[in-house]
Structure formats: C-alpha cells, structure tokens
C-alpha cells in the first residue's frame, strides 16, 4: 500500500513569518493530495487539496504545490496567524485494489509565536 | 446538517469488555471509514466501507468488527478491549473515493 512521510513533525514560527510542511509518498498512481487541521480536541478539518492532474493550488493564505515526478508534495502557510496554530495532516489516496483508502502522514504540530 | 456525528465522546473499558462505538452521517455518503489516532502515528485506517452491505479491512483491523447495514451507520465494535486499544478513534465519510473525507469529533477510548 501507499506509505506518506510527513516533516517536519514540529514546526514553531513568529507570526508574520511563512511556514512549510512536506510530505513524500509512494505510490506513482496516487491521484488526490488533501490537507487537513485538526484543533485540540477535534477531528480533523480540511483546508485544501490537490489532484494530479494540477501543479499548484492556492486559497488564500494557504497554498498547495506537487511534484509528480518526485512524488513530493507540499503545504505554504503564508503571514501566519496564532490560530494557525493545529496539527497538520497530509494524505495521499489509494489506487487500484486500494481505492477509496486515504493513507495520513504522522502530522506536525504548528505553533505561531504572537 | 449535523454531519458526522460519533457516541460516546469518552469511554473507560476494563480489559476483555466489549462495546460498540457508534458513527452516524446524514450527507448522504457513500464511504465511511474509522481511524484511531495515536500519538507520533498519525492516523491509521482500522477499517472502511464503500456503500451498505460493503465493508474492507485497513491498516489495523485486529481486534474491531464493522457492518455497514445503512448508508447512515457505520459501527466500530471491539470485541475483547485490550490496552493497546486505548487511542482516540475517529469516523470519517466521504462521497466518493477521492473525495474529501469529514470527520467525526472522535471517541477517547481508554482501556484499563
């Protein structure tokens, strides 16, 4: 199956300042990149996503970029607030007799400094 | 909407005992899944489903049965706690197989 390495697992910035988290994966017939936050306390939500067929995404402040050919991909967070601060997943989806599974990298805790 | 709506919040087994941990969503989604989250591990597929009637296993399927007898429903049963089963477990839908999933707000689970 598909296997997704997430860095850094901590991640501390000062507010104002751009935060990066990067993710691997495996699988070259992986399709669909999603982000998710999850607050203390609850499940998580999800922020952006990416399919394979497009480079770049952006939505505000956040913004999604993929490399097929390395099979990275990546999260820019942008003038960061201190409620960004969460735990950051990405996932990658299941392909072939694995389709319909979403495969999480381990997280990394985001704290923003005010 | 509610969506996805998961109870109990919070559960203490003693070893051996068994429970159910219920997941209910009312969007209509075809895919259901339940993940455990643990500390430095992410979260892990335990198992999922692809519509009524259809259930596949996950990453760790050892020790959990599922059913998925409704679209709406997806309970998470263990059969014997042990614990290592101590994890807070979350149930996820999605409308189809890349789509984005929404979860639940979760069950601490503690097994003494």
């Known amino acids: 199956g598909e296997n997704v390495e997430q860095h850094p697992s901590t991640l501390s910035v000062q507010e104002g300042d751009s935060a990066v988290i990067k993710c691997t994966y495996s699988?070259?017939?992986?399709?669909?990149f999603p982000w998710y936050k999850q607050e203390l306390g609850k499940g998580p939500q999800l922020i952006i996503d990416?399919?394979?067929?497009?480079g770049k995404k952006k939505d505000q402040r956040i913004a999604v970029t993929l490399n097929k050919t390395a099979k990275h991909f990546s999260l820019h967070i942008t003038e960061t607030q201190p409620e960004d601060s969460a735990v950051y997943f990405c996932a990658a989806s299941g392909a072939g007799s694995t389709l319909g599974r979403l495969y999480f990298g381990r997280g990394t805790q985001l704290t923003v400094w005010p | 909407n509610a969506g996805v709506t998961q109870t109990p919040k919070f559960q203490v087994l003693k070893t051996g005992q068994s429970m159910t941990l219920q997941c209910a969503q009312d969007?209509?989604?075809?895919?259901m899944s339940w993940y455990r989250q643990d500390p430095g591990m992410g979260l892990r597929l335990i198992h999922y489903s692809v519509g009524a009637g259809i259930t596949d296993q996950g990453e760790v399927p050892n020790g959990y049965n599922v059913s998925r007898s409704t679209t709406e429903d997806f309970p998470l049963r263990l059969l014997s706690a042990a614990p290592s089963q101590t994890s807070v477990y979350f149930c996820a839908s999605s409308y189809g197989p890349e789509s984005p999933l929404h979860f639940g707000n979760g069950t601490r689970l503690t097994v003494t």
């Open positions: 990416i399919r394979s067929n497009v």
């Open positions: 969007m209509n989604h075809e895919y």
């Open positions: 699988d070259s017939a992986s399709n669909y």
